[in-house]
């Protein structure tokens, strides 16, 4: 007689499970890095590899990481869209294209950025914009 073969591996009882959701995790006995990662959510996108080098090369000039640039360049923008920005908007418009994924209607092509990005590079000869 044959035992059944195993499906899935551990299983925990209901009530454990619920259990350990609904506990209190003891935020005095966190070392700070465990409440520092605890309290942030953290976000992975995919980027041309151009758009990397471009983030890398802003963020040495500024003397911060790619990192935290992102996530303010992700939240001006985000900022800007519900402030109304028009040429954020129709950007954002002329960019999308139906998307074949299932898991969203509409892509956003940044293949139309790379000759701005380019043209911007050579205009920018002289040195970045911002000033420390």
Request: charge should be negative; glycine fraction near 4%; charged fraction near 30%.
């Amino acid at each position: 007689m044959s035992q059944p073969k195993r499906k899935g591996g551990l299983r925990l009882d209901p009530s454990v499970v619920q259990f350990q959701q609904q506990a209190a995790s003891n935020k005095a006995a966190q070392t700070p890095r465990q409440r520092y990662d605890a309290a942030r959510t953290r976000v992975r996108a995919d980027v041309p590899e151009w758009l990397r080098d471009e983030l890398d090369a802003i963020a040495e000039e500024l003397s911060t990481s790619r990192t935290q640039l992102g996530a303010f360049l992700w939240a001006w923008a985000a900022t800007r869209y519900r402030e109304g920005d028009a040429d954020l908007e129709e950007i954002l418009h002329t960019s999308m294209a139906n998307s074949r994924s299932i898991n969203v209607d509409v892509d956003l092509d940044l293949d139309w950025l790379v000759e701005r990005h380019q043209n911007a590079v050579a205009n920018s000869a002289e040195g970045p914009k911002c000033a420390k």
